[in-house]
């Protein structure tokens, strides 16, 4: 039994870092089925420059931004409904990615690069 | 009893552990159907195909000049930003596929800014976009229900025409708390053909 149980985790904790793309990409957020209003973000990082909502389609509104780690402004954000919704800010900055859903039911997730 | 008490048990147990796997099998059957296209794929695909300038955004409140461009590239996307130049890395904006360059709606708008997410505290905010050909006029509707012009200028893609604007709010724009909450596309006969919510700290 305690094979069993071990054996879940295990491929609950793969499917889990299936979500994860390569080396110099992260997925922070998805693929998921999304709420309106519903944020997310990544881990804070000084390398992060492009922040990425990919969608399933057109027609959902999204905004993607940056937050820095000392006054938590957003810089760099971008608001829109194409199907791929993205901004870059290239500063030293320790900053995090941020995502958030201002429309609801579709399929996407947030991916931050260096 | 106690050999019977642990069968039962056991039972519950694989049933709880075969309930959950299911779940989590028919959740990743679902996702499936989305697959987000790789990064480093999609950025390839940003250094290809051809890069044309639509629109301005003319400098003002002390920042500077941006341009509105278009980009269709080899990996079939249609992407419309706003930046310094045609080579700057600065983009912010978003794609399409290049079949349906403004997603299914005669109007495809992107809001760009800096600061926030208070609009007290935004210090540069872009809009820039692309219409259908039946649009004659574009308007942002403010939060308190003021209206702002934007200039639409001509914009031929491919054998495409569309119509293209970037526009640059003023401070005095966003005073007040107040901010953009849509942006309206019309036809010449001012009957609305499209509109797209938007807002800053959304």
């Not at chain 1, 110099?24 to 944020?39: F, K, L, V």
């Not at chain 2, 293209?164 to 953009?180: E, I, M, N, Q, T």
Request: proline fraction near 3%; charged fraction near 15%; glycine fraction near 12%.
């Amino acid at each position: 039994m305690k094979t069993l149980g071990a054996g879940l985790v295990a491929f609950v904790v793969a499917l889990t870092l299936a979500g994860a793309a390569l080396a110099g990409a992260t997925t922070y957020a998805g693929p998921q089925q999304w709420s309106q209003n519903q944020g997310a973000g990544s881990a804070f990082s000084s390398s992060w420059k492009y922040n990425h909502f990919f969608k399933n389609g057109s027609g959902y509104d999204t905004t993607v931004t940056f937050i820095d780690n000392v006054t938590y402004s957003w810089h760099a954000t971008v608001r829109n409904t194409s199907s791929v919704t993205y901004t870059y800010w290239s500063v030293s900055n320790v900053k995090r990615g941020h995502c958030r859903a201002n429309s609801a039911y579709f399929w996407g997730s947030c991916v931050v690069v260096n | 009893m106690v050999e019977v008490r642990m069968t039962r048990r056991r039972w519950a147990i694989v049933g709880a552990i075969s309930a959950l796997a299911t779940a989590i099998l028919a959740s990743s059957v679902v996702a499936g159907q989305f697959r987000a296209p790789d990064p480093e794929a999609f950025h390839a695909g940003l250094a290809t195909g051809e890069i044309t300038r639509v629109a301005d955004i003319a400098a003002g409140d002390g920042k500077p000049a941006r341009g509105v461009f278009v980009q269709a590239t080899d990996t079939g996307q249609l992407c419309l930003w706003d930046a310094p130049s045609a080579s700057s890395q600065q983009r912010q904006g978003g794609c399409n596929s290049v079949d349906d360059p403004l997603g299914g709606s005669a109007l495809s708008a992107s809001l760009a800014y800096q600061g926030g997410p208070a609009v007290e505290d935004v210090q540069d905010a872009r809009l820039i976009g692309l219409v259908s050909r039946d649009v004659a006029t574009v308007q942002v509707l403010m939060s308190d229900g003021t209206q702002r012009d934007v200039r639409l200028r001509k914009a031929t893609l491919g054998s495409n025409e569309y119509g293209a604007f970037g526009y640059r709010f003023k401070k005095s724009d966003l005073r007040g708390g107040v901010g953009p909450t849509a942006v309206i596309a019309r036809a010449a006969s001012g009957d609305e053909i499209a509109r797209q919510p938007t807002g800053i700290g959304g």
